[in-house]
C-alpha cells in the first residue's frame, strides 16, 4: 500500500521479459538512499536495504532508480563509474553511469535512470570504480518501485 508520498498507477501496465508487474507505485518526494562524497578510491558491491526506512513495500521486485556521478577531478584513469545489480547475482552486464576521460570534465555531473531488480528483503547492491587520479561524487535516489 502507497504512502502519503507515493502514487499507484494502476493504470500503468509493465511487462519485464514477458512477465506482467503492476503496480507501478511512484514517489512524490525521491528519497536519495545512498550518498558518497570526495571518493578517490573503488567501493567493491556493497548491499543497499531499500527497505529499511519504508522506502518501498514488502512486494516491490524493482525499483526504479535516478544514478548520479559528479567527477569533482578527472584523473588519467579511463573512466568512472557507479553500478547496481539485483543482490547475489553477478550478471555480466549491468545498469550504471560511466563517465569516460574523453567526455568529462572537472565538475560535470552523469545521470542514468536505471530499473534494476530487488530480492525477496528489497537488497540491491551498488559498486563505485573511481578511475586513477578521479575524486567523486555519487548517489542514488528511488524513484519509485514494482510491485
Known amino acids: 500500500m502507497p504512502g502519503s508520498s507515493e502514487w499507484r498507477l494502476s493504470s500503468v501496465t509493465v511487462y519485464i521479459n514477458g512477465v506482467e508487474r ?3 507505485i511512484w514517489k512524490s518526494t525521491a ?3 545512498m550518498s ?3 571518493r578517490t578510491v573503488g567501493l567493491a558491491w556493497t548491499d543497499l536495504d531499500l527497505n529499511v526506512l519504508t522506502w518501498t513495500s514488502d512486494h516491490a521486485k524493482f525499483a526504479i532508480l535516478l544514478l548520479r556521478m559528479r567527477s569533482i577531478t578527472v584523473g588519467s584513469g579511463s573512466y568512472s563509474a557507479l553500478g547496481v545489480r539485483k543482490n547475489g547475482t553477478t550478471p555480466s552486464y549491468y545498469p550504471l553511469v560511466k563517465p569516460y576521460i574523453e567526455a568529462a570534465a572537472n565538475n560535470d555531473r552523469f545521470y542514468a535512470f536505471v530499473i534494476v531488480g530487488m530480492d525477496s528483503d ?3 547492491e551498488y559498486k563505485i ?3 586513477t587520479g578521479w575524486e567523486v561524487d555519487t548517489d542514488i535516489t528511488l524513484l519509485g ?3
Open 22 to 24: 503492476a503496480p507501478v
Open 31 to 33: 528519497p536519495t538512499v
Open 36 to 38: 558518497d562524497d570526495n
Open 122 to 124: 528489497q537488497v540491491i
Open 129 to 131: 570504480n573511481v578511475g
Open 145 to 147: 518501485y514494482i510491485e
